[in-house]
């Protein structure tokens, strides 16, 4: 009876021990050791049983044997209860057994077969994680990473190794996260953000970081940091642009609007006494309206295509008649200022998938500009290349004008961006160029370029793809 009860306590037992190695096990801890103990352990208590049983028929045995030989004095009917009993305790005792064999094997398949899961669960979030374009540091209560994604690799530069993990002074160089993650750590702060800037490659690098604290359970310590890098420049850029863009609309819109208010009132207040003093003030307030006019103009196209609302009509054209057209536009423009313009015979097979009235825009704007900053008596050309093993065509106009600064160049096609050693030469506004790179670049995949001496002229210049058709025929 005692025997028994010890078996059933070391059964239990097994099980309890099993079932918390599944627990600790399912908490990711320890999960090898965790299958190895379980097993064992159900081997040990199934053997303990059979040797218990085997004790038992030998002691059955010897019973019997024992009956046998004093089978003349021991009534028959009492040896056969004694049997029957012993034999129905036996084959209770080899069920019960059974079951609780069973029952362990069925565990320890399902303990396996959970940390099979785990298993591909934790290659699962790592996969995640590594995926984050964001960098993804996690840091323990002692102070070392232990987690870093790709990302967090390459901006820090280090090789993350989950067997060893180092302090995050020695892995992350910023001594600003260093502060902010320790900080972190210890007011337990729940979520904390902060901006920080790091030297990559010479440039600036801004970084929204959040920082989130996760406390242990069951001691309500500080237990990891996890830190997460989004990178911000780019946001940042677009939005001081946007800024500069509203500032100097503002201050554009309201010069010329200043102007008419002033010769306004002046005519209102009758200090324009004669005739021609009124139709002055007249004519500059048409003038200022009107260049009120292309700018509110250049200013729309240029946020409609940034913004991709502008409606494109596409077709096949061939760019050296588009170009033809431009020129007899412009020309008497140029002719007023005695400039000649040069411009070659339409070349073959330079059919692209253009917005027609787009990209005369473009040239006339390269053409106007070419007229505007170049003195009387000067020479413009225009020619047209076709680039069969690009598949690509390309514009240019050269002028024999003011040319540009060298220090000013990369910057004409920035919005608003006027060259102030040419202001003299020309009104503008300093959109047309920005335009013309929108209409290039963003609505037809193209790339516009320039060249310039200062005193000696400027080669504007763009390129198109070829329409699909022409690029064919030309291979
Ligand atoms: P704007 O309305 O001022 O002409 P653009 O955007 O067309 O504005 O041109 C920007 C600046 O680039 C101009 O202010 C001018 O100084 C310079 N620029 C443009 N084209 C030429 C050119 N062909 N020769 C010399 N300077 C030019």
Known sequence: MKR???????????????????????????????????????????????????R????????????????????ADFRSTVLEETAASVRGYSLKVKEQVICVQEENQALSLQLQVLGRRKSNIEE????????????????????????????????????????VAEMIGEEALQLLIQRCRQSRTAHVRHELTFERGGEPVTFDVVLSCVLDDTSGEAAQVVT????????????QAKNDFVSHVSHELKTPLASINAYAE??????????????????????????????????????????????????????????????????????????????????LYDQVYIDRDMVSQVVINL?????????????????SELNEADGQVTVTVTDTGVGIPAEDVDHV??????????????????????????IVETVHSGAIFVTSVQNEGSTFGFTLPLSVDAAQSVS
């Open 56 to 75: 038992h028929l030998g002691k059955l045995r010897k019973i019997s044997q024992t009956l046998d030989s004093q089978a003349m004095i021991v009534p």
């Open 413 to 438: 096609f920035d919005k608003f961006y006027r060259v102030e050693a040419n202001n003299k030469y020309a009104k503008g506004t300093g959109l047309g160029l920005n335009l013309v790179k929108q």
């Open 367 to 383: 053409l106007s500009n070419a007229v505007k900053y170049t003195p009387a008596g000067g020479h413009i050309t225009i020619n």
């Open 266 to 347: 002046m005519l209102v207040d009758g200090e324009a006494e004669d005739e021609d003093t009124r139709n002055q003030f007249c004519e500059v307030i048409q003038s200022q309206a009107q260049r009120l006019g292309r700018l509110i103009e250049d200013i729309l196209n240029i946020s409609r295509i940034e913004s991709g609302l502008i409606k494109v009509h596409k077709e096949t054209h061939s760019l050296a008649l588009v170009v033809r057209d431009s020129v007899e536009m412009i020309k008497s423009y140029a002719q007023e200022k005695n400039i000649s313009i040069d411009a070659p015979a339409p070349i």
């Open 4 to 54: 028994e009860t010890a078996i059933w306590i070391s059964l239990g037992a097994g099980n309890l021990l099993a079932s918390a190695v599944g627990v600790t096990a399912g908490l990711g801890v320890l999960p090898k050791q965790a299958v190895v103990i379980a097993t064992v352990l159900a081997l040990l208590t199934g053997t303990g049983f059979l040797l218990l049983i085997w």
């Open 228 to 239: 997460v890098l989004h990178d911000v420049t780019r946001e940042k850029e677009i939005a």
């Open 128 to 167: 995640i994680i590594n995926s984050i374009r964001d960098a993804v540091v996690v840091s323990d209560d002692k102070g070392r990473v232990i987690l870093a994604n790709h990302s967090a690799e390459k901006l820090f530069g280090f090789k993350f190794d989950p067997q060893s993990p180092k302090p």
